[in-house]
């Protein structure tokens, strides 16, 4: 096995402290020790201690791995109806409301450009073999996975040639909260070449960020780099990460208004046009605003109009809500209780109450031809809640929470990752100093993206629309996807939590028949999936189809078990097929086999979790053939593109995704060669 080389220093300074972590529940007073939870010598044991006490809990070891759970909310008085019927027609025409056409990469990842090391790799030919194995299982149900590598970091971001011991990016600490000052974060184009090559083994597309801290002396080398080195795997750019809190947050006057905003990306369009290294100038992604500032503000300066020819997508970044009052202390936020907050993510209403805030602005975009994007988002900002965004909790929100963003006419949504020292990430790589002994973490959050890849599909066709069963009962909510005109598919969530089965519901779906005016559309049977776990606190134990990714420090990407997908046969009689959703749970109905198999890969490429230093069973692949099948470069596209740039070269002298000067790297790659060498 091969470590890791470094990661945060934050991760580190975190890592050790040494306290004991008191947890008060409905078994008495409980102890966890975290040397032993560090060590691997503490086992993962089933839930047997809850938070009872209001207010934030409190532990001082990395949050990525707290034991902190919580008593899932009681079943409400009264429970809401367990049986209840769902009318659909067959025929997409006579579904009002559905959304526009999704693709199945709707459910993507945010990955703050300062723990990309972390997660992808350690440099560009050393990269991270449950990254790709997870990557994997997205893209084989999505057809591609869209990831973003940016964030905060990316603000003072800059590029250097080349840094002490091969790094890919270092950290400069001396002034990290003045964005004028000396840039904090350095980064190589060896971080290009790194998503280069992983994009040559999954079918990964990329949103990078590019510094807005500094609007008389623009860097651009991230732009002119990305652009020659990753070719067609590159999405966009993101100028400007939530520039509504560039005011509040010291970076810009407190008086920074929409109107400023307008006025400096008026600056950073004239530069980015006038840079010949810059081949291509319309894959600019913004405003990116936060929600302190409602995007309306933003569209009634004029932006789109003024910056259209330069804007690829409009995006926003939205929290439900924040963690911040435990990180940074202030009198004006004081902490949220996590146990309060729990009953906020089960619930259907918490998906409408953000997506119902962007409908104006998504129906604008369609009107603009403009993508419109969820660029940041996750449970909580600032780390999320442990106890909430690290339990199944996150599974079942996450599901509705990106079926509701594509229901609204968002075009995609990224989920955010951090550090090891947050408690929302999908998936966590092993700290460096246990690598030896540990496996990386999955987040029950990851298995949402599995669900709504496999709901979207890969066709580019599938509309969502949000059924509002059961008399719109919050706690029972499902949405039908129709793909190429017809239903295909049904998802079912059920938020409750009780495990004598009394809140299980039964859903007796009709498709079609008389009362749409169609022939009966029910089939002689379904295929379902489950999505499960034994309560909306559990961190570990969750299974989708049967199958788990492991849990704490036990996911090397591979499932684990076998795949159970259940047949429900249907009473075409009566035109209705009846499926039962657990509590809690999440069922997926495939309403043919076609629909099912469309998604569902009968193999998925795995990568090893070793990799071998000898050349046995390898095979060396010549930078040229990357070079040509990795995508066309920038200037290339370019020239496709019929002059959205005013000329200039593509500035770049290495093949998109090769890394530079290396032309053979010894790998098995189950049954396959390739040139790069994968670390655990």
């Known amino acids: 096995m091969h470590a890791p080389l470094f990661f945060s220093l934050a991760c580190l300074l975190v890592s050790i402290v040494n306290a ?64 209840f019927a769902i009318g659909v027609p067959t025929s997409a025409q006579l579904m009002n409301g559905l959304s526009i056409p999704q693709k199945g990469s709707f459910f993507g990842f945010s990955i703050e450009m300062s723990v990309a090391n972390q997660l992808i790799g350690t440099n560009a030919s050393d990269l991270h073999v449950p990254f790709l194995n997870l990557m994997s299982i ?43 000052a000396t840039p904090v974060l350095a980064i190589t184009p060896g971080l290009l070449y790194m998503l280069g090559n992983v994009s040559s083994l999954v079918n990964i597309k990329w949103y990078l960020g590019i510094p807005f801290n500094d609007t008389a002396n623009w860097r651009f080398q991230i732009a002119e780099q990305g652009e020659a080195i990753l070719g067609d795997n590159l999405l966009g750019f993101q100028a400007a990460n939530e520039p ?9 006057p407190s008086s920074y208004s929409p109107y400023d905003f307008f006025g400096e990306y008026a600056l950073l369009t004239q530069a980015y046009e006038a840079d010949p290294k810059v081949p291509v100038k319309n894959n600019l992604i913004a405003p990116s605003v936060s929600g302190t500032w409602p995007p309306e503000l933003i569209w009634n300066t004029g932006f789109v109009e003024a910056y259209s020819q330069y804007l690829t997508s409009l995006a926003v970044e939205r929290y439900p809500t924040d963690n911040c009052a435990v990180i940074y202390p202030n009198p004006n936020n004081p ?34 031809g403009k993508p419109f994007l969820m660029f940041e988002t996750n449970t909580a900002s600032c780390g999320g809640f442990p106890g909430i965004s690290d339990t199944f909790t996150s599974a079942l929100w996450g ?22 020292n947050v408690s929302y990430n999908p998936f966590t790589a092993a700290p460096t100093n246990e690598s030896a002994f540990h496996q990386w973490t999955v987040g029950p959050l990851f298995y949402s993206s599995i669900f709504v890849a496999e709901a979207l599909g890969k066709t580019n066709t599938s509309q969502v629309k949000d059924l509002f069963p059961n008399n719109g009962n919050d706690q029972t909510p499902a949405y039908a996807i129709y793909e ?23 859903a007796t779906i009709y498709v079609g028949g008389s009362g749409f005016n169609e022939p009966n559309g029910v089939p002689a049977s379904v295929k379902v999936k489950y999505l499960l776990a034994p309560s909306t606190s559990e961190k570990d134990n969750v299974t989708w189809a049967g199958q788990t990714l492991g849990g704490r420090f036990e996911v090397d990407g591979l499932w684990k078990g076998t795949e159970d997908v259940k047949t429900v046969q249907c009473d075409q009689t009566q035109n209705m097929c009846q499926v039962t959703v657990p509590a809690p749970g999440a069922a997926l109905v495939f309403f043919s086999d ?87």
């Not at 084989?140 to 011991?165: K, Y």
């Not at 995508?631 to 593109?641: E, F, P, S």
């Open 244 to 252: 509504d809190l560039y005011g509040p947050h010291g970076h810009r």
């Open 594 to 680: 076609a629909a099912q198999q469309a998604i569902d890969p009968s193999t998925t490429q795995t990568f090893p979790t070793t990799y071998l230093t000898k050349t046995v069973n390898t095979v060396t692949i010549d930078p040229s053939v990357l070079a040509t099948s990795n995508g066309q470069n920038g200037k290339a596209r370019l020239q496709q593109m019929g002059g959205t740039s005013q000329g200039g070269s593509s500035g770049g002298a290495h093949a998109a995704g090769v890394v530079p000067g290396l032309a053979t790297l010894a790998l098995v790659l189950a049954g396959m060669g390739t040139v790069l060498r994968l670390s655990w």
């Open 138 to 180: 997205v893209a084989e149900r999505a057809g591609a996975v869209h990831i973003r590598v940016g964030g905060n970091t990316q603000e003072t971001a800059f590029m250097v040639d080349s840094l002490p011991d091969g790094k890919i990016l270092a950290k400069d600490k001396e002034d990290a909260s003045n964005p004028t």
């Open 20 to 83: 004991k972590v008191t947890i008060y529940g409905m078994f008495g007073q409980t102890t966890a020790n975290p040397d032993a939870l560090r060590s691997g010598t503490a086992s993962i044991q089933p839930t047997t201690s809850f938070v009872t006490v209001p207010g934030p809990p409190h532990y001082t070891e990395l949050a990525a791995y707290n034991p902190i759970y919580m008593l899932p909310p009681a079943i409400p008085n009264p429970p809401p109806p367990n049986q």
């Open 484 to 506: 190429n005109g017809n239903l295909a598919r049904m998802a079912l969530i059920n938020y409750m939590t009780d495990p004598s089965g009394a809140n299980d519901y039964t």
């Open 335 to 368: 902490p949220h209780d996590p146990i309060q907050e729990q009953t906020q993510y089960l619930t259907h209403q918490a998906g409408i109450n953000i997506a119902g805030q962007y409908r104006n602005s998504t129906m604008l975009a369609q009107t603009w």
């Open 399 to 420: 599901v509705d929470y990106g079926l509701q963003l594509a229901n609204s006419n968002f075009t995609g949504a990224l989920f955010h990752f951090g550090g090891q």
